[in-house]
């Protein structure tokens, strides 16, 4: 059964960085799109970035282009998700997902992770 563990999260001052993981096990990365996305009380979950199992193609919510870099490295089983210039409204509980498609699709995941806080605040 695939599982994915997150880590990394934790309290950082605006204008931080923090780097998420997300290891996978019980299959291969490499047959996997694997997509992070973030929540906050009270509204719906997200789609924050996504990258493809084909060829490594990369997708970005508008509100974090040019401040999340999303990489995988198929022989760790691992995807990270960098995190720059973080602002409080980058607050919210960070989850990754795997898919079994070959492209980025926010609306279909098979697997989840259960979920690091990610705070920003000073």
């Known amino acids: 059964q695939v599982q994915l563990k997150e880590s990394g999260g934790g309290l950082v001052e605006p204008g931080g960085s923090l780097r998420l993981s997300c290891k996978v096990s019980g299959d291969s990365l490499r047959f996997y799109t694997i997509a992070w996305f973030r929540q906050t009380p009270g509204k719906e979950r997200e789609g924050v970035s996504c990258?493809?199992?084909?060829?490594?193609?990369?997708d970005y919510k508008e509100a974090v282009k040019g401040r999340f870099t999303i990489s995988r490295n198929n022989a760790e089983n691992t995807v990270y998700l960098e995190m720059a210039d973080l602002k409080p409204e980058d607050t919210a509980v960070y989850y990754c997902?795997?898919?079994?498609?070959?492209?980025?699709?926010?609306?279909?995941?098979?697997?989840w992770g259960r979920g690091p806080q990610v705070t920003v605040s000073s």
């Open positions: 997902a795997a898919d079994s498609g070959e492209w980025c699709d926010y609306a279909y995941q098979d697997y």
């Open positions: 990258i493809s199992s084909n060829y490594g193609s990369t």
